[in-house]
């Protein structure tokens, strides 16, 4: 299937008023802008401690994916001397240097929390780490006992000379960087020691507890003796993280990958992370050995690799007190306690869920009983990531060992879940599942399973959709949406999906779906350009994770010139540059960053009165439209559809304490700083999400009016009672 053709034969030309570069916003700087909102969550000082140690520690992972695929992309153009530029003309060295500056900056921002407010809050708490300075000496025997039993056994010192030259070093290891005192007769001036990362990052002692790496400085004479040392310092390399993949070459999909996931750790470098306190000359040979320019050195006060300080800090008690408010997500009513009353209720009507605030067990309980029901004759799933320990694998596995016709789309090339899907499509294929990996040159990203029971003399298809993962770790912690339906048109078209994914049997049309490559992007455009011909009585709103599409853009635009009122709601990247005269006058983009992370994928469109609504797998992104197997499907029962709009489109619309407005400029400034002096009162989407979920665990389900925010501006919905099923 090659669909590109199609694609780019109907897309329409760029307008000769559109195309100006000054009014797209580069996506890499508008990720470090996302990056910026995650950093003022951890500045907030009205968040308990261990939430704001959350989002310091999301915002280290986010910025070590960052420069493992998007800075090494950029490295390679610049090295391959490829001069590609996207709607915003930057080049790759454009780029390059607008990156270091605002991640310098940012990461100094981020040191600044942590070493002024968040660590003397952890005292505060309970919990001193003891950083550099004198022990007590009770403290300094345990933390003996603990190098001599536990540390010493694992480490390997490696001195660097010319008969021992600079060590190939893991992607995001931690390491010590060691300077020797200089004497004539020696050779030796520097050594590394890898810190175990198998080993716990805080060690316990009395009063307080110590960072391994310090645990390991504070002993290096025993690794180094009759070696003067003159100091050590923690660093740590980013490398490049990419997979470089040719699958038509590949003979064995899962062995190409499987490779490559192996050499990769081989990559080069693109960032060196050292400690502040490092010597100029300590940092430059560590540069020279990996490579490095300057730009790309980032010297820092905390400790490095926080994100694995989180969870050693979850466990100790003394820090409970200072958590947020714990909450349990809650399973409907509606949909009784057991997999017959899913089934039931689907049967009924469609049944929509909101993760996280209502429970994700349904969806396991969708698959787990389908495995042992003695009426199903087959289960159909793809699986982009999946999360460790999965229950709905396990659930697969032994459906096929029950007899089940039992299929698995695993999409190896979910970036960094590679070698966990590499585990899964092994451990299924064992139990007998037929594992496929989707279409050559695109990653299946799509959300969907399909369950065909037979009931009676006939067949019945349910289906389930969803804009996240099949991931229960994750779905307690991301904002998503799930709808089940036995629909016989979404029923067939799932069939298809699957058809084309396993046999490359393409439909002739889609009864109710919308895929990409096949059509999904002039769908998206078409339904614009509808609200276009409307005017001013159009109406656009829209849920995602990112928007950089520069045709979509545009259309957006177009819409916008034309009168038609447009909310973007978009979590992360946005080029889209709102609020700019006679360009996107009415177009507001807002950002919600909060406790859970926002991931669902919602599309309004009014439609003339017929108010459209779509679910989504995937963003308004080029890789989306052109290099993704990806699912749009629309809600069809009235009662979700003014569910949706009212209740959560409509309350994410009125959020006024998390919400953050995108300038003209491309900055972002809160909500709630424009409504300061209004007298309007205050709404955390997410927290009132969490107050409804637990009001619908109640059998009634009842809802207050006076609680839900209507889907402001024109072609707004009555507010009603949260029906389940429609």
Not at 261 to 283: F, M, W, Y
Not at 606 to 621: C, N, V
Request: net charge neutral; with cysteine.
């Amino acid at each position: 299937m090659d669909p590109a053709p199609a694609l780019s034969s109907r897309i329409p030309p760029p307008e000769p008023g559109l195309t100006d570069p000054r009014h797209f916003i580069n996506r890499e700087l508008s990720t470090l802008a996302f990056l910026e909102r995650v950093l003022e969550e951890a500045q907030d000082p009205q968040l308990p401690l261990l939430e704001r140690l959350r989002f310091l520690a999301v915002l280290s992972v986010s910025l070590d994916e960052f420069f493992m695929i998007r800075v090494a992309g950029l490295k390679q153009q610049l090295s391959g001397r490829v001069e590609e530029t996207g709607p915003d003309a930057m080049t790759p060295a454009d780029q390059l240097r607008a990156i270091a500056q605002r991640c310098h900056a940012l990461i100094a921002r981020q040191d600044r929390v942590f070493v002024e407010e968040v660590l003397p809050g952890l005292e505060r708490a309970g919990v001193r780490l003891w950083r550099g300075g004198a022990l007590p000496p009770e403290s300094q025997a345990a933390m003996a006992d603990f190098f001599q039993r536990q540390v010493l056994p694992v480490l390997t010192p490696l001195a660097l000379d010319p008969a021992h030259p600079f060590p190939h070093l893991r992607n995001k290891s931690l390491n010590l960087a060691i300077r020797f005192a200089t004497r004539p007769e020696a050779r030796l001036r520097y050594g590394v020691v890898p810190v175990p990362s198998l080993l716990p990052r805080l060690v316990p002692v009395p009063g307080g507890a110590v960072l391994l790496e310090d645990v390991i400085a504070r002993h290096l004479a025993l690794l180094f003796p009759d070696m003067p040392i003159e100091g050590c310092w923690p660093f740590r390399v980013t490398r490049n993280w990419d997979l470089n993949i040719d699958e038509e070459e590949g003979e064995d999909l899962l062995v190409t990958i499987e490779r490559e996931v192996r050499r990769r750790d081989r990559g080069s470098a693109v960032r060196l992370q050292i400690n502040s306190t490092a010597e100029e000359p300590v940092s430059q040979f560590l540069a020279r050995a990996l490579n490095l320019p300057g730009p790309d050195v980032y010297h820092q006060g905390r400790p490095l690799a926080i994100s694995a300080l989180l969870g050693d800090l979850m466990t100790r008690p003394e820090l409970k007190h200072a958590q947020d408010e714990p909450f349990m997500p809650t399973v409907p009513a509606a949909l009784g306690d057991g997999s017959s009353d899913l089934l039931e209720a689907i049967r009924a009507g469609d049944v929509l869920l909101h993760h996280p605030y209502e429970s994700f067990e349904p969806v396991v309980a969708f698959i787990d009983s389908a495995a042992d029901d003695p009426d199903v004759l087959a289960i159909k799933m793809t699986l982009y990531r999946a999360g460790q320990g999965s229950p709905i694998v396990r659930a697969l596995q032994r459906a096929a060992e029950n007899g089940k016709q039992v299929t698995a789309l695993v999409e190896l090339k979910a970036r960094m879940d590679e070698e966990a899907n590499i585990l899964w499509a092994r451990e299924l294929e064992q139990a007998g599942v037929h594992v496929v990996y989707g279409l050559i040159g695109f990653k299946t990203h799509s959300k969907l399973a399909l369950v065909v029971r037979r009931e009676g003399a006939s067949i019945r298809r349910y289906v389930h959709l969803g804009t996240g993962n099949y991931n229960s770790a994750t779905a307690r912690s991301y904002s998503d949406l799930s709808l089940f339906t036995a629909r016989e048109d979404f029923a067939a078209d799932a069939t298809a999906l699957f058809n084309l994914l396993t046999g490359y049997s393409k439909p002739a049309s889609w009864r109710k779906f919308l895929v990409s490559p096949l059509g999904l992007k002039q769908a998206v455009l078409q339904l614009i350009d509808d609200e276009v011909r409307s005017g001013s009585d159009g109406r656009i709103v829209a849920k995602m994770n990112a928007l950089a599409d520069p045709e979509v853009i545009k259309a957006l635009y177009r819409a916008s010139q034309a009168g038609v009122r447009i909310d973007l709601l978009v979590r992360g990247v946005c080029s889209l540059r709102p609020g700019v005269p006679k360009l996107s006058e009415r177009i507001r983009v807002t950002s919600v960053v909060d406790r859970f992370l926002e991931h669902s994928r919602i599309w309004h469109f009014h439609a003339r009165g017929e108010k459209k609504l779509f679910l989504a797998s995937g963003d308004w992104m080029p890789r989306n439209f052109i290099r993704r197997v990806d699912l749009a499907f629309p809600v069809e029962s009235p009662a979700l559809k003014e569910r949706i709009l009212s209740e959560i489109l409509g309350t994410m619309l009125g959020d006024n304490v998390k919400a953050r407005a995108l300038r003209p400029d491309g900055t972002y400034e809160r909500v709630r700083s424009r409504m300061h002096g209004t007298g309007e009162a205050p709404l955390r989407s997410q927290e009132h999400f969490m107050a409804l979920a637990r009001r619908a665990a109640f059998a009634d389900a009842s809802r207050s009016p006076s609680v839900e925010p209507l889907l402001s501006g024109a072609h707004s919905v009555p507010a009603a009672r949260r029906p389940r099923r429609g």
